[in-house]
Nanobody, 120 residues
């Protein structure tokens, strides 16, 4: 099947940076889009950033100008560069991929989540 493996989370001081990575593997024919969602205690699950295979991006208003999403299509990997981190960015970040599984059809897959903690 398909697996998404995340890495890059950790503890950082306010104003610092982290770079998240998410690599998709398995019987993948193509990936339509990949993105990052986050969930913090007491807050709603929200889309942080997304990118299509063609390079079109969109961001949550709260991260515009601070976060950058990018893809390496050859490696089926998506990245989230997070700069000027704020305590309110603290959350579990989940990678998502909308992809076509070889020989079947289109499905959504999710990574295991990686914790990002920003101290004040």
């Amino acid at each position: 099947q398909v697996q998404l493996v995340e890495s890059g989370g950790g503890l950082v001081q306010a104003g610092g940076s982290l770079r998240l990575s998410c690599a998709a593997s398995g019987s993948i024919f193509s990936i339509n889009a990949m993105g990052w969602y986050r969930q913090a205690p007491g807050k709603q699950h929200e889309l942080v950033a997304a990118i299509t295979s063609g390079g079109t991006t969109n961001y949550a208003d709260s991260v515009k100008g601070r976060f950058t999403i990018s893809r390496d299509n050859a490696k089926n990997t998506v990245y989230l560069q997070m700069n000027s981190l704020k305590p309110e960015d603290t959350a579990v970040y989940y990678c998502n991929a909308e992809l076509i599984v070889a020989g079947t059809g289109e499905y959504d897959y999710w990574g295991q989540g990686t914790q990002v903690t920003v101290s004040s």
